[in-house]
Structure formats: structure tokens, C-alpha cells
């Protein structure tokens, strides 16, 4: 069982930043892949970022040069930098662990960017 606790969402305006971390409840030592996910109102959950037990990162398209995702194994936690934010990034971001083949989720923080 892994729980995980997302927190640094908000209201922020066009081209601001915010920072969202999440907290495991377990090693991460352990969890080979982490990632954040996120859910606008009417659209379905897509993958923002996710980095490997080896700090390999990757990101999608509408993202890249704007988000930095990054983990602290020791600390229990992983990290989204969020910078440039836009409108359309306005949603629900989810904290995911794989443990094994079984995926964990947190309960989410809203980012709403709007001026």
C-alpha cells in the first residue's frame, strides 16, 4: 500500500509559477516509476510527467520547457515545477506510484490559472 498526499495547488495567474508536492507513504527506493497526472473538467486524465527510479524524466508535448518533475527518494517525495503556467493548464494534478504492477493515487490538488 502506498499513499500519496499532493498539496501546492491554487489560483495563479497567466505565466506565473506554482510548485506541487506529493508525499509518499512509503520508501521510494522501492517505486521505480512516479508521475503526475492531470484532469481538466469534460477531458480525460492524461500523463504530465513522470520520472524512473534512475531520474529519467519525461514529459508530454504541452509541457516541455514549462514543467520540471523531480523526486526525493530519501525525503519521500516528488516534486512538479510548474512555470509559464496558461489557461489550458487549469485542472486536477494526481500524484501516481507504480508499486510493482499496482498503481497508487493521491487525491489531487486543483491548479486554476486565470487572471
Known amino acids: 500500500q502506498v499513499q500519496l498526499v499532493e498539496s501546492g495547488g491554487g489560483l495563479v495567474q497567466p505565466g506565473g509559477s506554482l510548485r506541487l508536492s506529493c508525499a509518499a507513504s512509503?520508501?521510494?527506493?522501492?517505486?521505480?516509476?512516479m508521475g503526475w497526472y492531470r484532469r481538466a473538467p469534460g477531458k480525460q486524465r492524461e500523463l504530465v510527467a513522470s520520472?524512473?527510479?534512475?531520474?529519467?524524466?519525461d514529459y508530454a508535448d504541452f509541457v516541455k520547457g514549462r514543467f520540471t518533475i523531480s523526486r526525493d527518494n530519501a525525503e519521500r517525495m516528488v516534486f512538479l515545477q510548474l512555470n509559464n503556467l496558461k489557461p489550458e493548464d487549469s485542472a486536477v494534478y494526481y500524484c501516481?506510484?507504480?508499486?510493482?504492477?499496482?498503481?497508487?493515487w493521491g487525491q489531487g490538488t486543483q491548479v486554476t490559472v486565470s487572471s
Open positions: 501516481n506510484a507504480v508499486l510493482g504492477t499496482t498503481p497508487y
Open positions: 512509503t520508501s521510494l527506493f522501492s517505486i521505480l516509476q
Open positions: 520520472i524512473g527510479s534512475a531520474m529519467k524524466s
